[in-house]
Nanobody, 124 residues
Framework: QVHVVESGGGLVQAGGSLRLSCTAS????????MGWFRQAPGREREFVSA????????YYGDSVKGRFTISRDNIKNTVYLQMNSLKPEDTAVYHC?????????????????WGQGTQVTVSS
């Protein structure tokens, strides 16, 4: 069983930045594609970003392109989401997920392991 744990959420003013971290257990972290999704109250889960197992392919949702950057460190079993120029509409619980397939996907059904999430709140 792979355990995924997110951290780094918090309260920030609009225009500010946060960096989320996601650590996954297991020696096969480097074989997983990793993704970030978010869900705000009353809204459906939304794709944020994804990265291939080697880190060479990255996808971003339209609403975060140019503001968020995903990266990973396979030595530390960690994936990061740098979030800049935050907006109130970025407020949500951010979930990290790992996919055994190794290829990044915008579809949450392609991921096998999920963390509990970390709250990000952006005040106006």
């Amino acid at each position: 069983q792979v355990h995924v744990v997110e951290s780094g959420g918090g309260l920030v003013q609009a225009g500010g930045s946060l960096r989320l971290s996601c650590t996954a257990s297991g020696r096969t972290f480097g074989s997983y594609a990793m993704g970030w999704f978010r869900q705000a109250p009353g809204r459906e889960r939304e794709f944020v970003s994804a990265i291939s197992r080697g880190g060479t392919t990255k996808y971003y949702g339209d609403s975060v392109k140019g503001r968020f950057t995903i990266s990973r460190d396979n030595i530390k079993n960690t994936v990061y989401l740098q979030m800049n120029s935050l907006k109130p509409e970025d407020t949500a619980v951010y979930h990290c997920a790992g996919g055994r397939g190794g290829l990044p996907s915008v579809n949450s059904h392609d991921y096998d392991y999920w963390g509990q999430g970390t709250q990000v709140t952006v005040s106006s």
